[in-house]
C-alpha cells in the first residue's frame, strides 16, 4: 500500500515537473502568483456578470417556473421560438428594428462625416473649436434628459418649434405621439445628439492627411471642391468603411435608451424594438422564457453579424486591422 | 497653406461651410439655453407663446422649490455615491486586471484574453441578467446591483491592457532586480505611468455611472434609493410633479410654472457633466484614438 502511494506521488510529481516539458504546469501557477491573484477579482466578475447571463439562457428552451428556479423548470424545446415567429407583437418589434436601424444607418452615418468635411475647411482655429465644443456635448447627456428637453421642446402648445411653424400659418404637430412623425424625430434628435462626437474620429483621420497633397493641389490650380473630391474623401474611405461595417454589426440594436425613454403607447406600432419588447413583456408581464428566446435570437444574430463584419474588415483592410 | 487665388466657386463654398457649421451650433445650443431661461423666468414668461431666447426679470423660484426638496438631494446623492464607489471600483480592477493580461508570459494569456472578448460579441441578454441579479444573488436595492454588474468591461480592459503594453520592458526589469516583485511592480511602476490611460477610463465610468438609468430602474423597489435619473425621468417624463412636493410650500401666487421646475432639474442635472467637460473633451477623444488601437 505504501509503496503504492509512493509511486503514485512520484507519478504527480513526474507530471507536473515532467523534465521533458522544462517547467511544468504547477511551477508555472507557481511563478504566476502574484499575476494570478491580481488578475482574480476581475475576471470572477465577469465569469459571474457576463457568463453567468449566458448560462441562464437555458430558460429559452424551458417553461420558467418561480418556484423551481432556471435549474427545475421542464423543458419545452424550441416551442418559445416556433411562438416568436407567430407572435404579432414580437414581430412588429423584430419589422421595427430593421426600419428604424436602416434609416439611421441611411442618415445618420453620412452625417458626422459631411460635418467633419465642412469643419475640415474651416481654417480659423477658435471658431472651429467653439463649433466642436458645442457640438460634442450633447454627446454626454443622457437620453432621459435629451428627452425631457425634447417634450418642451416639441410641446404642442408652448414649445419653440411648434411656435415656428405656427408662426409660418401652419397647424401645431404632436411629434412624440403622431405615428407619422416620430420615427423621423428619432433619426433628428439621434443626429443631434451624436453628429458632433461622430465627426472626432473622422477629423482625426483628416489631421493625418498631409499638408503638401493640399499645396501641390492648389498650385495645380484645383478648387476647394476638387480637393474635398479628390484629397479629403479619398482619404476617409477606409476609416469610413470601417464604421459603416460597425454600425451594420449592430443593426439588432436600434437604440433602446433613446426609444424607451421617448416613445408612449400611441407609437408603439412604429417604435417598438426588439429590446423595448422584452422589457415590456418580459419584465413588465414576467413572460420570462418567451423573452429569453426573443433575446437570444437578437443575440445569435448579432453575432453573426458581427462575425461576418469583422471578417468583410479584415479581407478590406488585408487582414491587419480586423476589429478583433 | 497660403489662397493666393481664391476663385468664386471656393468661396462660395466656404461661406456655405460657415454658414452650415455655425447653424449646427447654434441648433445643438438654443435647446440648452432656452431651458436655461425657462429655468429662471417667472410665471408669465415662461408661458408665454414664442421663443425663449433671454427674460427681463430673473426669477430664481423653480430654483428654489428644487433645493428644498429633500426627494432631489437624496437622489442626487444616491447618484453621487454610485458614482465615486462604481467609478473607484471599476477603475482598481480594469488596472488589476489589465496588468497580468499585458504580459506574454502570464499563464493561459491567450484563453483569458479569448474568454474576455468573447463578452465584446455575444450576451445572455436582458431576461437572464435580471433574473441572475435578483431571483439568484438577490442584488434588488442593493448599490452592488449597480456598481458590480458592469465594473469590468471587456472594451476598457483591452484598452488598458495596450496601454500598458507600450510601458518598455527595461523599467519593470530594472525593479525585478531589485527585488520587487509583482505587486509592487505594478503599484510603484505601473500605476503611476498609466495615469493618463486611467484617468480617460474613469471619466468615461464615471459619466456612464451619473447617466445610467436602466439598471437602477430595474433593480431599485425603494423609492428612497432612486438614482437622480429615475427621479428625473419620473418628473420629465412621467409627469409626476407631486415627486417635489416635499419641498417648501410656496405662496401659490408665485408659485413657478412645472415648466420652470422641469427646466431647472435639467440644468440642475446637467450642471456635473458641465463642470468635468473640459476634461471629458480632452481625455475622450484620446480615448477614441486608443480604442481604434487594435484589440
Known sequence: MESEAIMSQKKTTEIFHSPKNGFSLWKRIKENKALLLMFTPGFLLILVFAYGPMYGLILAFKDYNMGLGIMGSSWVGLKHFRDLFSNQGALIALKNTFIISFLKLLFGFPAPIFLAI???????????????????????????????????????????????????????????????????????????????????????????VPIELHEAAVIDGASRLQRVRYITLPSLKSIMVIMLLLQMGNIMSAGFDQIFNLYNPTVYSVSDIIDTYVYRIGIGQMMYSFNTAVGLFKSVVSFALILMVNYLTKRLSDGDTGIF | ??????????????????????????????????????????????????????????????????????NIWRSAWNSVVRVVTGTALSVTLTALTAYPLSKKKFLFNKQFTLIILFTMIFSGGLIPGYLLI??????????????????????????????????????????????????????????????????????????????????????TRDTSKYVLQIFLRRVLLEQQMDMLADGMIIDMSAKPTEISVRAALIVFSTLPIVIVYPFLQKYFVKGIMLGSVKG
Request: with cysteine; aromatic share 14%; glycine share 4%.
Open chain 1, 118 to 208: 465642412l469643419l475640415n475647411e474651416v481654417r480659423q482655429g477658435t471658431f472651429k473649436k467653439i463649433v466642436q465644443t458645442v457640438s460634442y456635448f450633447p454627446h454626454f447627456i443622457s437620453w432621459v434628459v435629451v428627452a425631457g428637453i425634447m417634450n418642451s421642446l416639441l410641446s404642442p402648445s408652448t414649445g419653440s418649434v411648434n411656435y415656428v411653424i405656427k408662426f409660418f400659418s401652419g397647424e401645431p404637430i404632436f411629434f412624440m405621439s403622431d405615428v407619422k412623425w416620430f420615427r423621423p424625430m428619432l433619426i433628428i434628435s439621434n443626429i443631434w445628439k451624436e453628429i458632433g462626437w461622430g465627426s472626432v474620429i473622422y477629423l482625426a483621420a483628416l489631421s493625418s
Open chain 2, 1 to 70: 497653406m497660403t489662397h493666393l487665388h481664391e476663385s468664386r466657386s471656393d468661396i462660395v463654398f466656404v461661406t456655405f461651410c460657415y454658414i452650415f457649421v455655425t447653424s449646427l451650433a447654434i441648433v445643438t445650443a438654443f435647446p440648452f439655453w432656452e431651458q436655461m431661461v425657462l429655468s429662471i423666468s417667472n410665471r408669465a414668461d415662461a408661458n408665454r407663446i414664442g421663443l425663449k431666447l433671454f427674460t427681463a426679470n430673473p426669477d430664481f423660484t423653480a430654483y428654489r422649490q428644487i433645493w428644498s426638496s429633500s
Open chain 2, 134 to 219: 435578483t431571483k439568484q444573488l438577490h442584488l434588488t436595492d442593493t448599490l452592488f446591483a449597480l456598481i458590480l454588474p458592469g465594473a469590468v468591461g471587456a472594451y476598457n480592459l483591452i484598452i488598458v491592457r495596450n496601454f500598458l503594453r507600450t510601458i518598455p520592458a527595461s523599467l519593470e526589469e530594472s525593479a525585478r532586480i531589485d527585488g520587487a516583485g509583482d505587486f509592487r511592480i505594478w503599484w510603484s511602476i505601473v500605476l503611476p505611468l498609466s495615469t493618463a490611460v486611467l484617468a480617460t477610463v474613469s471619466l468615461w465610468v464615471a459619466v456612464g455611472h451619473w447617466n445610467a438609468y436602466f439598471d437602477s430602474l430595474l433593480y
